[in-house]
């Protein structure tokens, strides 16, 4: 008996995302300019996922308790667990120190 919908054949392909950190509209900053991605790439993720919440990220000033804030919160209390250095073996930062510097973690 033949099973239908399973393999390679009947998965879904997704489509190339450009991961690109250079060019005319960059998706992504470099780790020197703060990591994480740019307004053009979350717009550009946004539309071509339908009903994404991506947002960027929230590196302004804040007032305590606001929706923003508690985005921060959650956000530097999740990458600060993750694992890893803060610097590469050349001792420059890491990604991840970049993007918690970019979100103004403490």
């Known amino acids: 008996m033949a099973r239908t919908g399973v393999g390679p054949a009947s998965r879904q392909r997704k489509k190339n995302?450009?991961?690109?950190?250079?060019?005319?509209s960059p998706n992504y900053r470099k780790t020197s300019a703060g990591a994480g991605m740019t307004k053009a790439g979350v717009r550009r993720h946004r539309a071509e996922n339908?009903?994404?919440?991506l947002q960027t990220a929230v590196t302004g000033k804040v007032e305590p308790g606001s929706k923003a804030a508690k985005r921060r919160k959650s956000f530097c209390a999740r990458m600060k667990g993750m694992p890893g250095p803060m610097k590469d073996s050349k001792g420059r930062p890491t990604r991840k120190a970049a993007s918690l510097k970019r979100w103004r973690c403490k």
């Not at 995302?17 to 005319?24: A, I, L």
């Not at 339908?50 to 919440?53: A, L, Q």
């Open 50 to 53: 339908p009903g994404s919440k």
């Open 17 to 24: 995302v450009s991961r690109t950190t250079t060019g005319k």
